[in-house]
Nanobody, 120 residues
Framework: QVQLVESGGGLVQAGGSLRLSCTAS????????MGWFRQAPGKEREFVAA????????KYADSVQGRFTISRDNAKNTVYLQMNSLKPEDTANYYC?????????????WGQGTQVTVSS
């Protein structure tokens, strides 16, 4: 098992930017596919982005394509989500997840989440 801790959430105006971080401890970070998900109040959790073990492959939800960028630094055991041109509909609790497959399908470890609120 890997332990995941997210940070970087907060309140931002529409059009602004935030960078989320997720630091992992436990087993070798580079052996995991990493992903970001989000869940808004009253809605189901949805996929946001994922990155493969060495960062060579990335996948995004259509709703964030071109605005969000996922990256990772295996030396720091950290995955990032750079969020630009934020919209009120991006407001949600954002979760980091670790999995083992590409294309990303199954994620077995989850963080506690970090809240992102975008005001209009």
């Amino acid at each position: 098992q890997v332990q995941l801790v997210e940070s970087g959430g907060g309140l931002v105006q529409a059009g602004g930017s935030l960078r989320l971080s997720c630091t992992a401890s436990g087993r070798t970070f580079s052996s995991y596919v990493m992903g970001w998900f989000r869940q808004a109040p009253g809605k189901e959790r949805e996929f946001v982005a994922a990155i493969s073990w060495s960062g060579g492959n990335r996948k995004y939800a259509d709703s964030v394509q071109g605005r969000f960028t996922i990256s990772r630094d295996n030396a720091k055991n950290t995955v990032y989500l750079q969020m630009n041109s934020l919209k009120p509909e991006d407001t949600a609790n954002y979760y980091c997840a670790a999995g083992g497959n590409w294309p990303p399908e199954d994620f077995g470890s989850w963080g506690q989440g970090t809240q992102v609120t975008v005001s209009s």
